[in-house]
């Protein structure tokens, strides 16, 4: 069912984290262990996937709050939005390349991409089977298929915008903070380049 929140109401939904994930045993522990920006070898304030999922979530509902007119005209889903943000990245962890860089999108070939895409879509499928079949009323597997691969919904792709929004903010907190790493050119080891 799609339908708008108010403000409170987002504010309790993103309350509702621990209630929702109760039954997914291992799941924040496993988000712990996987740092992002990796390719960057030094970091001042390293941020891991389980952070960087509730920062996502948390934007979303900032966004939100400041862009009613945006959900109610789009026809937006909004806890699934949420929901999403907060799962985003969960199959990174059951990837043989880990958190990836968007930013080494350009430098990868055609068979590298291939090769990810593989990788995507085998580690949705080996993180789908690990928890259970729903979280907050919704597939995870469709969630995570929607926002990791197809991004063809809407609420997906606002969700993505949000991930590229704080991961942008990760960066600027780097660099104003003196950390020269993040404002030079990347070399991802995944992909040598």
């Not at 999403?84 to 990174?92: G, K, L, P, Q, S």
Request: hydrophobic share 35%; glycine share 6%.
């Amino acid at each position: 069912m799609k339908h708008s929140l108010s403000p409170e109401e987002r504010k309790k939904f993103l309350g509702r984290h621990e209630e929702l994930f109760r039954d997914f045993t291992g799941r924040e522990e496993l988000l712990q262990t996987i740092t992002r920006y990796k390719s960057y070898p030094h970091k001042l304030f390293p941020t891991t996937l389980r952070a960087h999922q509730h920062q996502v979530a948390a934007f979303v509902a900032y966004f939100l709050n400041e862009f009613p007119e945006l959900s109610q005209k789009a026809g937006l889903d909004e806890e699934r939005m949420i929901v999403m943000a907060w799962i985003h990245d969960d199959n990174e962890v059951d990837m043989r390349h880990g958190d990836i860089q968007s930013a080494s999108e350009v430098h990868r070939t055609k068979k590298e991409n291939e090769d990810l895409l593989s990788d995507i879509q085998q580690s949705i499928q080996c993180t789908a089977a690990r928890f259970p079949e729903k979280v907050g009323g919704f597939l995870y597997r469709e969630l995570l298929e929607d926002v990791g691969m197809r991004v063809d919904s809407r609420e997906s792709q606002l969700v993505k915008f949000c991930d590229k929004m704080v991961g942008f903010g990760e960066a600027l907190h780097e660099i104003h903070a003196g950390n020269t790493t993040f404002s030079t050119g990347m070399i991802d080891p995944n992909f040598g380049r």
